[in-house]
């Protein structure tokens, strides 16, 4: 799939790597007079706009929250619609030029077994040009607690920082979060990843995604001082 930009503008830095909370599919739903569950099929194809998007202006990585453990609380209706969705939109990025990796709670029966051969280790497509990560049955509780279980279980290498042990250990430090829907909250999504990133919020609902919301993420990001703390 090839994505004509237009008018795309220049930019004097750009984040390495994006965070994406794709928020708002219900309210959207809502607003077209569609069951809430029908708002979450409506979000795949605005995440590949997104992606080819990113990929396109030179974005080395993105992270996408696909559905958290908490979100599993949800009417079931709801829950198997969004299990479906990430279902559908992993597949159609083996389409694409990326290096993909699942992240998630595999040992639930909630995680969509469909998805189990892209955890644990990287699948590259095409090129493999930009990594994807994709948090399926994610929580910051079960991210944090493999390494802290091998703290208790003195697994742990003294030489080895804290954050090399955790279950999300393979995606790299996020620079730039952008949320949609206009919720201003993190949503547990990669605690340790984001610990000094960035939050751009859009209140658009997330199926609306136009190029334009990137576009002023980005603008908004190349004003930021960037110290990491120093």
Request: with cysteine.
């Amino acid at each position: 799939m090839e994505v004509k930009l237009k008018t795309q503008p220049s930019f004097k830095r750009l984040p390495r790597h994006i965070g994406i909370i794709p928020d708002g599919n219900r309210r959207w739903a809502l607003f077209h007079g569609l069951n809430k569950e029908e708002g979450y099929a409506a979000g795949i194809e605005p995440g590949f706009l997104l992606f080819q998007h990113c990929h396109n202006i030179g974005i080395e990585e993105m992270t996408f929250y696909g559905f958290t453990q908490d979100n599993t609380k949800r009417p079931s209706v709801q829950r198997i619609a969004f299990q479906k969705a990430c279902v559908d939109a992993v597949m159609k990025l083996t389409d694409m030029d990326a290096s993909l990796l699942v992240v998630g709670n595999t040992e639930s029966s909630l995680f969509p077994q469909a998805l189990l051969p892209f955890t644990g280790k990287r699948v590259c497509f095409g090129k493999a040009s930009m990594k994807v990560n994709f948090l399926v049955n994610y929580g910051w509780q079960w991210d944090l607690g493999k390494a802290l279980s091998q703290l208790r279980n003195k697994d742990f290498k003294s030489n080895e920082p804290f954050w090399s042990s955790i279950a999300s250990a393979d995606i790299s430090r996020i620079d730039l979060m952008i949320r949609w829907g206009g919720r201003r909250r993190l949503s547990g999504f990669l605690p340790v990843q984001t610990i000094y990133a960035d939050f751009f919020i859009l209140d658009t609902l997330w199926p609306d995604y136009s190029v334009e919301h990137l576009y002023e993420a980005l603008q908004w990001y190349e004003q930021q001082d960037i110290t990491l703390g120093g």
